[in-house]
């Protein structure tokens, strides 16, 4: 049986297209692939001693209120970040989120403040920020556009549509608009429990659907998985489509959360988002990754920034910290990743 490499994918490839079930064994191979995650493990571990630091050194740290208030905080970044996932373990990216996610908070913004139920207001939301990364998707996928240089212009024209809309000022969203911000039970608020749906819908798709497995598969070898049948700009679709929408839907929350909108709520979750993503195993090259990784890479973010925002640490300080955090996990993978294959004798 002839089976495709991913760093054979020339003649193979298509040798292995016309054999039944080629499909399917390729994607199962990206797919096993990219459950294997060499920095999770690690991360896991820091994060660990991070919060028993925490806890321990940083009175208030560990209280309830400050554990919701992390939690919420987290929960925006959460939300852009599955999208994000999605573009990069198909071995892309997603920088326009940082517009969109101020995008989506001003038209809902304006929508609801013009008398727009709400309900409709998020989805003319969702629907734009899925236009967006239909735009996306059309430059990369059938122009051919690098996604870096894509969704960096991208980025500059939603960021500048989101200022032109709310016209340079902070306008205010009425509480009635703001629900999605309202506690529920144990002083929950609501969105959180949208944002754990939302990380176990991403989850199924990514390891039980065929779309799921078609996306690690062009993530682990873009020109093998066309060479199996797979319509890669149709997939490109789907991922581009699905991150703006979210990232859409979190500017909706973060609205909800501070009830105003401006043209730069929310803009700093592009490299947020990354980070998360990559803390959590993922790999810049695509083909690995998944949600609980995403969910570990937020959570350790998020803990770094609420324990020194406790402490007062400045917060130019706390970007030095945060740059070094992303770093030295990196780092910490990467080692791993040569350590296993020097115990397997290939090679570094």
């Known amino acids: 049986m002839i089976t495709v490499d991913p760093e054979v994918a020339g003649s193979q490839g298509k040798v292995e297209e016309r054999r039944p079930g080629g499909l399917r064994r390729l994607a199962r191979r990206s797919l096993v692939a990219g459950s294997r995650s060499p920095v999770t493990l690690g991360v896991l571990v820091f994060y660990v001693a991070l919060v028993a630091f925490f806890w321990t050194a940083v009175p208030g740290f560990g209280t309830y209120s400050n554990t919701i208030t992390l939690l919420s905080s987290a929960s925006v970044v959460l939300i852009v970040s599955l999208g994000q996932a999605l573009a990069i373990i198909s071995g892309g990216f997603d920088l326009s989120v940082g517009g969109v996610v101020p995008l989506g908070a ?44 894509t ?100 500017g909706v929350v973060v609205a909800s959360q501070v009830l105003a909108a401006t043209g730069a709520l929310g803009s700093d979750t592009t490299l947020v988002s990354v980070a998360a993503v990559v803390l959590g195993g993922a790999a810049l090259t695509g083909g690995t990754g998944g949600v609980p990784g995403t969910l570990l890479g937020v959570l350790l973010l998020g803990t770094v920034a609420d324990g020194m925002n406790i402490m007062r640490v400045p917060a130019f300080y706390q ?21 296993r294959a020097r115990s397997l004798g290939t090679g570094g």
């Open 151 to 250: 969704t960096l212009g991208t980025l500059s024209i939603t960021g500048g549509i989101a200022f032109t809309i709310a016209g340079g000022v902070t306008l205010a969203v009425d509480p009635r608009a703001g629900r999605l911000g309202d506690a529920g039970p144990g002083q929950i608020p609501y969105y959180m429990f949208l944002a754990l749906l939302l990380s176990l819908a991403v989850h199924f798709l990514l390891k039980r659907t065929v779309f799921g497995r078609r996306i690690y598969t062009i993530g682990g070898n873009a020109e093998a998985a066309r060479l199996a049948g797979i319509r890669v700009d149709l997939v490109q679709f789907g991922i581009y489509m699905l991150a703006s929408a979210l990232a859409a839907f979190a």
């Open 319 to 339: 970007q030095v910290v945060t740059g070094c955090v992303l770093l030295g996990a990196v780092a910490f993978g990467r080692l791993q990743e040569v350590w």
């Open 106 to 149: 001003v038209i809902y913004a304006r929508l609801t403040n013009s008398g727009i139920d709400p309900v409709q207001a998020l989805a003319v939301v969702v629907l734009a920020g899925a236009a967006v990364g239909a735009v996306n998707a059309f430059l990369i996928g059938r122009v051919g556009i690098n996604p870096l240089i």
